[in-house]
């Protein structure tokens, strides 16, 4: 069994500008397929949980450690080819304006938007449901 990092996403619907989450879980599992299908059943029971909508979007990503992780440990990374410049990239894809950079018990204050994957490394899967 190895490690994996799941990245699924959700829509708060209730929530003002109905934001996009993206949370990334880790999971030992025995594939990538694996790791995607215990990712996205507990991105079901989140998403009940929460009151939120599961977009039917995971990526899962081979840990480089095995056994026990070290702090530091890498458990996420996307390559994706882009001809843009570097301060342009980071607007489109991370600095969109858009953003939540806090929260409180009061919700939200702004509006969030996902933005779309374009590529991905070798050790990522990707899988879109229904």
């Known amino acids: 069994m190895e490690w994996y ?3 699924c996403v959700f829509q708060w619907n209730s929530w003002r500008g109905s934001p996009f989450e ?14 995607i299908e215990l990712g996205e059943r507990e991105a ?3 998403a009940s949980e929460n009151g939120v909508t599961y977009v039917d979007f995971a990526q899962a990503y081979a840990l ?3 056994g026990e992780l070290s702090p530091g440990a890498e458990v996420f990374s996307l390559l994706r080819d882009s001809p843009l ?5 980071v607007t489109r894809f991370y600095d969109t304006g858009g ?4 929260l409180s018990t009061r919700g939200i204050e702004g509006s969030a938007q ?17």
Do not use: D, F, K, Q
């Open 5 to 7: 990092a799941v990245r």
């Open 22 to 35: 993206e949370r990334i879980t880790l999971w030992r599992a025995s594939s990538l397929a694996s790791a």
């Open 44 to 46: 079901g029971r989140y």
């Open 64 to 66: 480089r450690e095995s």
């Open 85 to 89: 410049p570097p301060e342009e990239y």
């Open 99 to 102: 953003n939540i950079r806090g």
């Open 114 to 130: 996902l933005a779309h994957v374009e590529g991905c490394g070798s050790n990522v899967a990707v899988t879109r449901s229904g």
